[in-house]
């Protein structure tokens, strides 16, 4: 069965300490890796698409990357205004047309 | 461009009652998807439409249905309506469907006392 797995579960971060968030997943053939940022009460908002292992996609401070089995959301130097729950999802090549998603990261950066 | 908007925003029912959803997509996407997103369990996958058409559909209970319209504008009822259907309702939608980038609406807060 497809599966998305994010961790961790929340992460604190001072102004300024750069972190990485983690999205695993298990699919028989992947067809697309999506990044998104959700506030509170609020619809994801969509940052970035990865198709294949070795892409790369960068955005002010925030940077994914894919490989066969991860991809990793590195955030530089983040401001306050960067704390929301980061999600993850994948779609996967048997047509189904479902995009699963991770239960997500909640990030905090403390000014 | 506009975006994907949701009516209504908020809603409050009572168990047993039904409640209908409205979702427009972005001008010239043709796949809607509608998701249902609780504190516990994330974001939960419940239907896919395109060109009318119910394409994938989510573990939910037959209370959950769906439809499209031939302007891409799409509706999510649920009936007879428990506890645990409060949660938000996102819809989202894309070009095709196809390992595409979705854009989802505000969603809709739906209450059920």
């Known amino acids: 069965e497809d599966q998305v797995t994010q961790s961790p579960e929340a992460l604190r971060l001072q102004e300024g300490e750069s972190s990485s968030l983690n999205c695993s997943y298990t699919?028989?053939?992947?067809?697309?890796l999506f990044w998104y940022r959700q506030d509170p009460g609020k619809g994801p908002e969509f940052l970035f698409t990865?198709?294949?292992a070795g892409e790369e996609k960068e955005k002010e401070r925030l940077k994914a990357t894919l490989t066969k089995k991860e991809s990793f959301l590195h955030i530089t130097a983040p401001k306050p205004e960067d704390s929301a729950t980061y999600l993850c999802?994948?779609?996967?090549?048997?047509?189904?047309?479902?995009?699963?998603f991770g239960t997500g990261t909640r990030l905090k950066v403390l000014a | 461009k506009a975006g994907v908007t949701q009516t209504p925003r908020y809603l409050i029912k009572t168990r047993g009652q039904q409640v209908t959803l409205s979702c427009s997509p972005i001008?010239?996407?043709?796949?809607v998807s509608w998701y249902q997103q609780t504190p516990g369990q994330g974001l939960q996958f419940l239907f896919e439409?395109?060109?009318?058409?119910?394409?994938n559909k989510g573990n939910f209970p037959g209370r959950f249905s769906g439809r499209q319209f031939s302007n891409s504008r799409s509706e999510m009822n649920v009936s007879t309506l428990e506890l645990g259907d409060s949660a938000l309702y996102l819809c989202?939608?894309?070009?095709?469907?196809?390992?595409?980038?979705?854009?989802f609406g505000p969603g809709t807060r739906l209450l059920v006392l």
């Open positions: 989202a939608s894309s070009l095709r469907g196809g390992a595409e980038t979705q854009y």
């Open positions: 699919v028989s053939g992947l067809r697309g």
């Open positions: 990865l198709y294949s």
């Open positions: 999802a994948v779609q996967d090549d048997s047509g189904t047309y479902k995009y699963i």
């Open positions: 001008s010239g996407h043709r796949s």
């Open positions: 439409y395109f060109s009318e058409t119910q394409r």
